[in-house]
């Protein structure tokens, strides 16, 4: 009886130590860590409208399944090869929200070092691996460095993508229009790609506001990190222009510069921020069109509220107490917010 009473007693422990209670802004929320693994969750995409099963990368080159109910995590099969180096890796995750295909972003070896691929399947019925699957498009950022790869895919509201590729470290030809370091493509859902923006250093947060508009996070290097409101043709500057400073603290080029855009948002110093998402849902009444950003030196989740002329009037640090790395931030079709972090965690915020 002891031990029937010491064993549920060690259960209701881990349960509550599973779920964390804050108050923003007036409104009591939950965090609750949902499924834990040995490597970088890098980014997550949904299964069922119910937000009950998360499909995820882990950045060493698995693709996953955390079971929300049950709280457990599943291999998916198929999922292609990587260069699992430096910042390199299985990347980004997008199930398509009309085809049901896996987009998967990540590093891939090719002639002459590596690059940053977009590779699509289907997920069979069992959902235990990808079938016909396929490299649809190879950037040509093709470098023999491990670092700056990107890499962000998400799906507007009609038949196409769209996907960040890091300058390679290469900064100078983030500038250059016939190579795809530094830009943001807009690809068909067979793969075929234009380059839609310029000029950036290295996106890992892609998203949509609730009017359709598209945005970008990218980190600068010492300072200059960056959220921009992402347009057609437009170049937003890397490396000519830029807020930050050389690692050793130089400055880098000018501030700003005619025809070359400024940022929507700027930090120095630096926060790192990796994935973003506006938050367009019901559910959490007092996000409602706010910008989040998961920091990675930064160590939280940075909140952005703007006014209807999208000027910055508050910004906040959540979840500083946890000490996390975080790579993604995405809304569930539930409505509740959803962080990942390079410790392994998938946290869900209701």
């Known amino acids: 009886m002891k031990t029937f009473i010491l064993i549920n007693l060690l259960l209701s422990q881990m349960l509550f130590a599973q779920t964390k209670n804050y108050t923003v802004d007036g409104e009591k929320l939950t965090l609750e860590t949902l499924c834990t693994v040995k490597d970088v969750v890098w980014g997550i995409d949904f299964l069922t409208a119910s937000a009950d099963e998360i499909i995820f990368t882990e950045r060493g080159g698995k693709l996953s399944i955390c079971n929300v109910k049950s709280k457990s995590v599943r291999e998916v099969v198929g999922a292609p090869s990587v260069v699992a180096e430096g910042q390199g890796g299985l990347l980004d ?17 090719v002639d002459g070092g590596a690059t940053t691929s977009l590779f699509r399947a289907e997920l069979s019925k069992d959902k235990a691996k990808l079938q016909n699957g396929s490299v649809i498009f190879r950037s040509n950022a093709v470098e023999k460095t491990d670092m700056h790869f990107g ?15 890091g300058e390679r470290n290469k900064r100078d030809k983030a500038q250059a229009k016939d190579l795809h370091h530094g830009k943001i493509v807009r690809l068909t859902l067979d793969g075929k790609a234009e380059i839609w923006s310029m000029g950036h250093r290295n996106t890992q947060g892609l998203g949509f506001d609730g009017q359709g508009q598209l945005y970008n996070a990218e980190m600068g290097p010492r300072g200059g990190d960056e959220v921009n409101v992402i347009k057609k043709g437009l170049n937003y500057g890397w490396p000519i222009i830029t807020y930050g400073r050389e690692y050793y603290g130089p400055s880098i080029g000018e501030k700003s510069k005619p ?12 926060i790192s921020p990796s994935g973003m998402a506006f938050y367009t849902g019901d559910r959490l009444k007092k996000f409602k069109d706010n910008l989040f950003l998961a920091t990675l030196s930064g160590e939280h989740v940075h909140r952005v509220v703007f006014d209807k002329n999208m000027k910055v009037v508050k910004e906040e640090e959540l979840f500083t107490d946890l000490r996390e790395r975080f790579r993604q931030v995405k809304q569930g079709p539930d409505g509740a917010l959803y962080f990942t972090t390079d410790s392994g965690k998938i946290y869900k915020l209701h």
Not at 102 to 107: E, P, Q, V
Not at 151 to 165: C, E, H, K, Q, T
């Open 93 to 109: 995750v997008l199930v398509h929200p009309k085809t049901k295909n896996i987009y998967l972003t990540f590093s891939e070896k």
């Open 259 to 270: 025809g070359l855009e400024q940022p929507l948002v700027k930090w120095v110093p630096s």
């Open 151 to 165: 890499s962000r895919v998400v799906a507007d509201n009609g038949d196409y993508l769209f996907m960040s590729i």
